[in-house]
């Protein structure tokens, strides 16, 4: 389309410029207006017009606006021409295509269009340009009168935009706003910023009447402009602004200038204004500061002067010139301020001391601020005190006051405590000063000798550490009160001596004031009082009454005569309780072994072996009353290892918890490098176990028990205040619970024998006097401390032992074996020895036997082979039977020997401690514990002996494959020992204390037996066992109860009922008769 044809130009086109030519040149036929020779009249005459005109001109034609222009159009074109010739102007300008459609759309409707300073951003190169433009656009209409075209005229009015922005914001940026008033109507045109700066509306005609009206009524005739004869009416004016809303003022300049215009034109009056309030605070600020400053200048009471530098050829300050002075110069110095203003030092006080003029010069040279002291020699030798600092230049200031009078005074008091210093140093007191505030800070040569510490270490409140700790406390208080008060102090107390003896003293301070009465300095001193306290404290004992006397004497007398008693009750029950545990011993020992003979012979027969069960329940329970007697009379056989007593607890830790259940939280608590100690573990055991078990009643079943173990040390203050104890290292094991505590009457009795706080029959009143006994026995003490509401703490003290831990063995487990092995047996009571000898031979041994301690020794001397004697510790006639195990040794040194005895004595005990070497099986004792006490001390001969007989038959014992097996039983104790027993057989056994434990274990893993008691918490045994079976119809379940009869539950395949007690062998057998291809041996 912009290929160029060779024809001649047309007449319309003559003259018309590059474009004529261009638009001639161009082929039309190829847009909507055709070719040349076609164009309508009036479109040919509207073009010849256009390019003609010296204004920027474009032709839009039809609804795709084509585009026909002039020559000045082409700046406007930028890069695009000559392109955009002829092209469609929404094709030409894209970036304006939306704004050219509105346009054209509105024109060819027969509208009209006027922009003025209208932004465009167009792309007349590569990159955007901000362009402004006055734009005028017109119809173009056909000879119908239709539109057809749209006529464009087109202004730049870019550069003069971007000048005004800039002098808007140069305006604004300075606070400037410009004005031009016409006088003729008093209209004034005005910027953007003129109308901030008076505080106008953009919409509000401004007028020099408005102005005046904003005007402070007092600066309204500056303000004013009516006074043409003047030849500039708008020279420089400040005057006032009112806010009419706040009534607060603004300060406003204003300079304009008169312009005359050509020859009878008019004069045009231009100017600016700006905003001076700022300036005018300040220099009202300034004014009001020089007025304060020369105010204080002339009043003040310092003398006062800056100085100007005066320096030779290098540059150095030699001298200097006052250049002002103040009225108090004149004062201070008796030097009139005439003869000194203008003057050089030198000149007005000749021989002034150079140091000042070094000074002087130093803070002109760095600039810091200086501050001194100086005698000036030619002012009387008068003292002045001097500030220095710089005041700009080469020139300084200097504030200065005569101290002279205060050196005088400061004279006169150094003298004075020169002299006082003197005099104290003589007292053969302790003296000391101190300030007004209560701080020491002087003390005489004597308070260091005495106190032998260094000179300066008791400032302060450092005094108060030779102050003994029990008065320090009282005398600050007193210190603080007599300083708050202003009143003299006077105390006593104890000061420590530079060898360490605390001597009583007497403290006496008063305060020292000045003339105004003010307290400025206090005087104190400490006299020694000791030898007249010793002689008060001596005269005060012979002052003591004789009744005093009496009464002391009597008391002690009645504490000693209530320990003997109490002693004396002790040994007594002692003494009693062991002869009783005797022949108790050996009547159970009679009982226990004939009914552990009669098992044997009625097994199988259900109602007699519980009978026999509970028959040997009644043995155990005798015989822990035996041993709870004798552990109280301290007669009880120890037989002490070395243990660790924090292993000790922490093997205790799964017993002690099945005892005391869920609800209650168990702490232990084990100091690291516990020592170790010399105790009876199974004492120890039991010890912890009944304190456990008093606390969990105590706590009815719920609340914290905390068992701690540590060493401890019980010094000399200690045991005076205690009795029967030993001072020494202990290893201190406390239980501690929270349960409703004891009032001191209870805590006085709870270790004698019978006393017990339970309810009737749920306790002996033995057990803490076991605890009791077995820690006086082991060489401990024992401590309760106890509050109502607050719980309880027991202490044991349990003596140190420096050896090694001993290794102990449980010889009490495995299975009951019995021997070929030859064992004398000698046994006084004939009812006893009948019973062992029977046991003895039904464990397959052979048995001699005799009734006394002659019979057994004749046997031994006969050289019958014997392997083991086996004899009883108490016997009647003049041989006893530690005497015959000696001889036995001596005659047969293979021989083996075990005591067995209900009461000791001391034949083979002392100390309440086992003698070395010495094994003894206590009465009563049942046949497993004698089988396997005898194969222990028959091993302990192997290796030194040679067996009169072959080795032992073991007996069969029965076996059951392994099963899982919930137990669940309330009792705790029993809980345990069935678990105990099952886990021996290896069983997986699984232990709960209520039917709601069992139905969460089972969930968790279903079990093949259930061994539960009748009588639970909540739910029974028999809705439990209902409930497993409807999830497990093959369970296997015992009832083991203490009922005769169990209503609703009958024996069956699956189902067997227990009566306690019952023994490991018939749970076994039971268990072996219920679950299917079970096999026992």
């Known amino acids: 389309m912009n290929a160029e044809q060779s024809v001649s130009t047309p007449t319309f086109l003559a003259r018309g410029g590059e474009l004529g030519s261009m638009i001639a040149a161009l082929n039309w036929a190829a847009t909507p207006l055709g070719a040349l020779d076609e164009w309508p009249a009036y479109l040919r005459h509207t073009v010849a017009l256009m390019l003609r005109a010296k204004v920027p001109m474009v032709i839009f034609w039809g609804r795709a606006g084509h585009m026909i222009y002039n020559d000045a159009y082409r700046d406007i074109a930028g890069a695009r021409h000559p392109e955009v010739l002829g092209v469609s102007v929404l094709e030409a300008w894209p970036e304006l295509a939306s704004f050219n459609a509105r346009v054209i759309d509105e024109v060819l409707a027969g509208g009209t269009l006027a922009y003025r300073d209208e932004h465009l951003v167009i792309l007349r190169s590569d990159k955007p340009e901000d ?88 600066d309204r005739h500056a303000a004013g402009t009516n006074r043409l004869d003047r030849p500039n009416p708008l020279d420089y004016a400040e005057y006032r602004r009112l806010d009419p809303v706040t009534g607060s003022i603004r300060w406003i300049a204003r300079r304009g200038e008169v ?39 002339e009043q003040m009471q310092e003398g006062f002067f800056i100085g100007e530098a005066v320096r030779d050829e290098r540059g150095q300050m030699i001298d200097f010139v006052f250049v002002e002075l103040n009225p108090a110069f004149e004062q201070q110095t008796g030097v009139e301020i005439s003869l000194a203003m203008g003057r050089p030092l030198s000149e007005v006080l000749p021989g002034t ?54 050196k005088a005074s400061e004279r006169v008091i150094a003298e004075s405590a020169e002299r006082f210093r003197s005099m104290a140093q003589s007292m053969p007191n302790h003296v000391w000063t101190s300030r007004p505030d209560g701080l020491l800070d002087w003390f005489n040569e004597r308070v260091y000798t005495y106190a032998g510490v260094p000179h300066g270490t008791l400032d302060g409140e450092a005094w108060a550490t030779l102050v003994h700790p029990e008065e320090r406390e009282e005398a600050a208080r007193a210190w603080v ?135 040997m329940s009644g043995v155990a329970r005798g015989s822990k009353l035996a041993t ?104 201190l094991l406390a239980v501690t619970d929270t ?75 495995g299975p009951v074996t019995g021997g070929t092995e030859t064992i004398l047996v000698a046994e006084d009571d004939d009812a006893v020895r009948d019973t062992v000898v029977a046991m003895l031979g039904d464990l397959g041994y052979r048995v001699l036997k005799a009734r006394d301690a002659q019979s057994a020794m004749s046997i031994i001397e006969s050289g019958v082979p014997i392997d083991l004697l086996f004899t009883d510790v108490v016997m009647p006639g003049p041989l006893k039977s530690p005497e015959v195990a000696r001889q036995a040794r001596e005659r047969l040194p293979n021989i083996a020997v075990l005591f067995t005895s209900g009461y000791t004595e001391n034949s083979i005990v002392h100390g309440g401690r086992l003698d070395e070497g010495v094994e003894l099986l206590s009465k009563p004792y049942t046949r497993e514990m004698l089988a396997r006490r005898l194969r222990q001390v028959l091993a302990n001969q192997a290796q030194r002996r040679v067996p009169a007989h072959a080795d032992a038959k073991v007996a069969p014992a029965q076996t059951l494959q392994p099963a899982r097996i919930i137990v669940c039983e309330d009792d705790w104790l029993i809980r345990a020992t069935v678990v105990e027993m099952l886990q021996m057989k290896g069983h997986d056994v699984r232990e709960a204390g209520d039917a709601l434990a069992a139905l969460a ?65 018939l749970l076994v057998t039971t268990m072996a008769s219920l679950i299917p291809g079970a096999h026992t041996a």
Request: net charge negative.
């Open 131 to 218: 362009i402004w433009l006055h734009i005028d656009y017109s119809p173009i209409v056909d000879d119908d009168g239709t539109p057809v075209a749209v006529m464009t005229l087109v202004k730049d009015t870019t550069k003069r935009v971007q000048v005004e922005q800039r002098l808007r914001i140069a305006q604004q940026a300075g606070g400037v706003g410009t004005f031009e008033w016409f006088p003729e109507d008093g209209r004034l045109e005005v910027s953007d910023e003129y109308r901030r700066i008076w505080g106008l509306e953009g919409d509000v005609a401004v007028t020099e009447s408005l102005l005046v009206g904003l005007v402070h009524p007092d």
């Open 259 to 297: 312009i005359a215009g050509p020859e009878h034109a008019r004069s045009r009056y231009l100017g600016i204004a700006m905003d001076i309030t700022d300036r005018k605070l300040a220099e009202q600020a300034v004014r009001e500061s020089e007025s304060r400053w020369r105010n204080l200048f």
């Open 353 to 406: 001391p150079v140091e000042l003029m070094q000074r002087y010069a130093k803070v002109l040279a760095t600039g810091v601020p200086d501050e001194f002291e100086l005698q000036v020699a030619a002012l009387e030798d008068r003292w002045f005190e001097a500030r220095v600092r710089p005041a700009g230049g080469d020139r300084f200031a200097v504030l200065f006051v005569d101290i002279s009078l205060r």
């Open 481 to 615: 009160d007599a300083i708050a008060r202003g009143q003299n102090y006077e105390t006593e107390f104890r000061i420590r001596r530079h060898d360490g003896e605390w001597r009583w003293h007497i403290v006496r301070a008063v305060p020292q004031r000045d003339s105004d009465g003010r307290i400025d300095r206090w005087i104190g001193t400490n006299t020694d009082i000791e030898d007249q306290k010793a002689a008060e404290a001596a005269l005060s004992n012979l002052a003591a009454t004789l009744e005093d006397r009496v009464a002391q004497r009597t008391g002690e007398l009645l504490r000693t005569q209530d320990a003997l008693r109490q002693s004396q009750k002790m040994e007594s029950l002692g003494n009693l309780t062991g002869g009783v545990a005797h022949d108790f011993n050996n009547l159970l020992q009679v009982i226990s072994g004939n009914l552990q003979l009669l098992s044997a012979d009625i097994a199988g027969n259900e109602r007699a072996e519980r009978r026999v069960a509970n028959a």
């Open 628 to 731: 709870q007697l004798l552990a109280f009379g301290r007669r009880q056989p120890l037989a002490p290892k070395v243990v660790n007593i924090g292993r000790f607890i922490r093997d205790m830790d799964d017993l002690l918890r099945r005892a005391l259940g869920e609800a209650i939280e168990v702490e232990t608590v084990i100091a690291g490098g516990l020592w170790n100690t010399l105790i009876d573990p199974s004492n120890v055991e039991n010890a912890l176990l009944n304190l456990a078990i008093n606390a969990r009643d105590a706590m009815n079943g719920q609340g914290r028990l905390t068992i701690e173990a540590g060493n401890a040390f019980l010094d000399a203050a200690y045991v005076d205040a205690h009795e029967d104890v030993t001072a020494g290292q202990y290893v």
């Open 739 to 813: 349960g409703t505590g004891m009032p001191p009457d209870v805590v006085d009795k709870v270790f004698e024998p019978f006393f017990t706080t339970k309810p009737e029959g749920r306790g002996t009143g033995l057990g803490l006097s076991m605890v009791y006994g077995f820690v006086k026995q082991s060489g401990g003490h024992i401590k309760i401390y106890s509050e109502p509401g607050h719980g309880t703490t027991i202490k044991l003290y349990l003596p140190r032992s420096t050896q090694s831990e001993d290794l102990i063995v449980d010889v009490d487990t």
């Open 1001 to 1065: 274990l089972h969930s968790q893993m279903p079990a093949d037996v259930l061994i539960t008691d009748v009588s639970l918490p909540g739910m029974s045994g028999v809705e439990l066992a209902r409930t497993l079976r409807t999830q497990h119809p093959e369970l296997v379940v015992i009832f083991a109860t203490g009922h005769a009869n169990v209503a609703g539950v009958e024996a069956g395949a699956r189902t067997a009922v227990l009566s306690k007690p019952y023994g490991s062998e």
